[in-house]
């Protein structure tokens, strides 16, 4: 069962909360795997700071391992004194940095670049944060490459899941209905738009009115629009469609033939056909999901009168499910041969709901069989008679099948 977001307007420093940044990378990594496409791993945190890490020296401040521009850094624990600045000491044509601590951050030179983090107070022997220089809860959470890819993935691959809002099924009733961009932008509650990236909020200045576009380097970085949005476009896509599928070996057959050459006449084979119905039993099949049918003609002559009649009945089986969360199926089937209809299913060429199987994570799932009973079609109000219209075939089968997805957050 999904859960709202976090709001942005909660999250801690402005809107760049790991906790909160992660959720928006989880609905990307769980969208993107129901698309049948890798995984994406959640921020780690990074370059934050702890004071007192051991609960015993109230002036030692721990600061936690992470990148800053692409130097690397590890966990570093430091004693400040009052006014001591954090600082990252990049080292040029390397990914290599140290954290250091010091009275002041130094200015950069040939061989090496700063990064100021932090600036405490120590008064009494115990350090107490006077200013964040740069925030930091996470590698990458204030890099704009993550978002706009995020931003990218949306507008391209939105059109491959199902419409939950004016569907699930087109006007036709004939397949499933996907969202088009701007079904999926009103759906999101997002800016509806062709333009490339124009679903999503930007601004530079604080006092700027909102313009649309894709995420921009010297954009705001305080400003929530863009965490905002992207929740939204993600908490629309909930639905995928699915087709493998195969027919278990548990389903029934029934048969009867009266092939032979002595019936004189059409009504002399069909009884024969009637008669022969209860004993012939039921066999393992697989050749239809339903099927009933009958044929009944002459062969050429008053001696020679032929039929059958079948019936063909089994489950479902939706195989090569994704595992990595729970999601429920819903399975779909229509008419495949529209003769007469011998069991009044109400089975046309457009998609009917067959049945609903509740949420697991578990690679196949089969339904129930589709039993209309075990009547010889020839015994059914309405079958075709002879001598004419002796012949008719009604089969269903596997429409298609929906994903409903237990995503984390919607």
Known sequence: MSTAFTSPSSWFLFGHSLAGANEIVLA???????????????????????????????????????????????????TVTNNDYIYVKGIFRTANGTIEAGASIPANDDDYIYYGLYRFTVTGGVATLQSTIHNFTADSAQDKTLWLEMQNWLEANCTSFVDHVNGPLNDAGTDFRYFTLATWQAAAGLNVSAGDGESFRRKVEPTDAYSYGHIQAGDLRQDIAVFEDLQKGFGALKWTAHTSHTH??????????????????????????????????????TFYFVYATLFIYSAGGWWDWRGSCYRHKSAISIISLPTFI?????????????????????????????????????????????????????????????????????????????????????
């Open 326 to 410: 729970d999601r429920s199926v819903d399975v779909y089937i229509k008419a495949t041969a529209t003769g007469f209809d011998y069991d009044n299913t109400g089975l046309g060429t457009s998609f009917s709901l067959y049945e609903s199987i509740s949420s697991s994570r578990i690679a196949t799932v089969t339904t129930a069989q589709f039993n209309t009973g075990d009547t010889c079609p020839f015994l059914i109000s309405g079958s075709p008679a002879c001598p004419d219209g002796g012949t008719s075939s009604f089969a269903a089968d596997f429409a298609g099948a929906i994903l409903k997805w237990d995503f984390a957050n919607a």
């Open 28 to 78: 990307y990594s769980e969208r993107r795997q129901a698309l049948g496409q890798s995984a994406v791993d959640p921020l780690a945190k990074g370059l934050g700071y702890t004071i007192d890490p051991d609960s015993n020296d109230p002036d030692i401040v721990r600061i936690d391992a992470g990148t800053i521009n692409a130097y690397q850094c590890a966990e570093t624990w430091k």
């Open 248 to 285: 278990p070996a548990t389903g029934n057959y029934k048969a009867s033939s009266a092939e032979t050459y002595y019936f004189h006449d059409c009504s002399e084979a069909r009884q024969d056909i009637i008669g022969k119905w209860p004993v012939d039993g039921s066999v393992s099949s």
